[in-house]
């Protein structure tokens, strides 16, 4: 493949994965979510296949499988047998409406691109166009975590948030160590099973999952 090919092709991807960005931190529908969630890990795999192949970095492969199993399949398997297991069908609510957090989130893509300027001009990588998008990635993530009331939401906030955290490493240095990946996502696993039971306790306990909510349970304690 023709590096300049590689080069537009994995800018289109970083530009598909700043709109499925975007639509988590509008999106309300938690099934809806859960859909962005993936599409966002599969264009995720892809590039970092894309990446490992121009760069001749064979252990982007693994990391893209790994994405693949962990960000398409496994992880919203879990999130959505959590969301059947607590019965969570109403729409999210959000902190603040959905316009106000449309423009945060634009402000935040433009900060990323004003901060990663002098980085892009000094790299010479066939990822440094898409810095900035990973790290617009990474905050769009953090948005979506404190504008939701919804735990669960909040979790895949988070989610969001390593999946950019790993867009950046591939964009600036082809990846991170195939050992420091494998680490994390059996960690993103394991955690994702404790949230599962968490999250359990807490619906059957107070029958919310909204943190308001449960706030207002310990001011009243």
């Not at 537009?8 to 709109?19: F, K, R, T, Y």
Request: charged residues 10%; without cysteine.
């Amino acid at each position: 493949m023709d590096t300049h090919i590689a080069s537009q092709i994995n800018s289109l991807l970083a530009a598909l994965i700043l709109l499925t960005a975007f639509g988590l931190v509008v999106q309300r529908r938690m099934n809806a979510l859960l859909h962005l969630f993936a599409w966002q890990g599969f264009l995720l795999a892809v590039s970092t296949a894309i990446v490992g192949y121009v760069g001749g970095a064979h252990d982007l492969y693994i990391s893209s499988i790994l994405t693949l199993s962990m960000k398409v399949v496994l992880l919203p398997y879990i999130l959505h047998k959590l969301i059947v297991k607590l019965k969570i069908h109403k729409e999210v609510e959000t902190v603040v409406n959905i316009p106000t957090t449309m423009l945060m989130g634009i402000i935040l893509v433009i900060f990323s691109y004003h901060l990663t300027a002098p980085i892009r001009e000094l790299s010479t990588l066939v990822t440094r166009s898409t810095l900035a998008v990973a790290l617009a990635t990474v905050m769009l993530g953090f948005l979506m975590m404190i504008t939701r009331k919804h735990a669960v939401t909040q979790i895949i906030g988070f989610l969001a948030m390593e999946n950019g955290l790993l867009f950046a490493a591939t964009s600036a240095t082809y990846g991170m160590p195939l050992v420091v990946e494998l680490g994390v996502a059996l960690d993103l696993l394991i955690a994702a099973f404790i949230f599962g039971m968490f999250f359990f306790h807490i619906s059957t306990t107070f029958d919310s999952l909204d943190v308001d909510q449960m706030a207002r349970l310990k001011e009243e304690d």
